[in-house]
């Protein structure tokens, strides 16, 4: 069973906000919402991961709802690099085994 | 910055053949994985490692072997290669149970003929 749900695919402009959703409203108490992304040809990359507050890093940055039933993954300035597939997936911290769904497929164009 | 690599970026093999497709990872992680990815199914996990000389199955198993006589070295076997096993395989790490970040390799695109 899909344990998230987000769009095939988004479009950007280079510079501009990315904003990817994802949703998961049967999330559990104790599973967190982490984000990766698989560049063309590569392995995917660990971007971020929360459990119910808000998180930043380097990369990029996280909004959970209050309810926890969606979040946000937020590029600041996307850049023609960011074009990918991004993955959002849910489960418990320990988990042993990352369930990769079909991900949003982000263009970013000049 | 954590290294993973695969020993092959493309194979080629024939129905039958036994493969072997090879992962290191260069900073002592104790967990290794193997899944492959296919169009419109995502990732799924076939084995993982917990430590050395130990495995589990994941959720795909059927048709592969693993082996792990290293901590660095993580090795997953075809026994008999078929073209249903044609598809990009993608090894990873990760530091320790618990631990939520896995590190990818780059990838071995199997083709089977």
């Known amino acids: 069973d899909a344990k998230t749900t987000q769009p095939p695919s988004m479009d950007c402009a280079e510079g501009r906000a990315a904003n990817l959703p994802c949703n998961h409203s049967t999330i559990s108490g104790n599973e967190y919402v982490y984000w990766y992304r698989q560049i063309h040809s590569q392995g995917p990359q660990y971007i971020i991961h929360?459990?119910?507050n808000n998180e930043t890093n380097e990369m990029a940055s996280l909004i959970i709802t209050e309810d926890r039933k969606s979040s946000t993954l937020i590029l600041p300035h996307a850049t023609l690099r960011d074009t990918a597939v991004y993955y959002c997936?849910?489960?418990?911290?320990?988990?042993?085994?990352?369930?990769f769904g079909t991900g949003t497929r982000l263009l970013v164009s000049p | 910055d954590v290294k993973v690599t695969q020993s092959s970026r493309y194979l080629v093999k024939r129905t039958g053949e036994k493969v072997f497709l090879e992962c290191v990872q260069d900073?002592?992680?104790?967990?290794m994985f193997w899944y492959r990815q296919d169009p419109g199914l995502g990732l799924r996990l076939i084995y993982f490692s917990y430590d050395v000389k130990m495995k589990e199955k994941g959720d795909i198993p059927e048709g592969y072997s693993v082996s792990r006589e290293k901590k660095e070295r993580f090795s997953l076997i075809l026994e008999s290669a078929s073209t249903n096993q044609t598809s990009m395989y993608l090894c990873?790490?990760?530091?320790?149970?618990?631990?939520?970040?896995?590190?990818f390799g780059p990838g071995t695109r199997l083709l089977v003929l």
């Open positions: 900073m002592d992680h104790e967990n």
């Open positions: 997936i849910v489960g418990p911290r320990g988990f042993q085994k990352l369930v």
């Open positions: 990873a790490s990760s530091l320790r149970s618990g631990a939520e970040t896995q590190y």
């Open positions: 929360g459990l119910k």
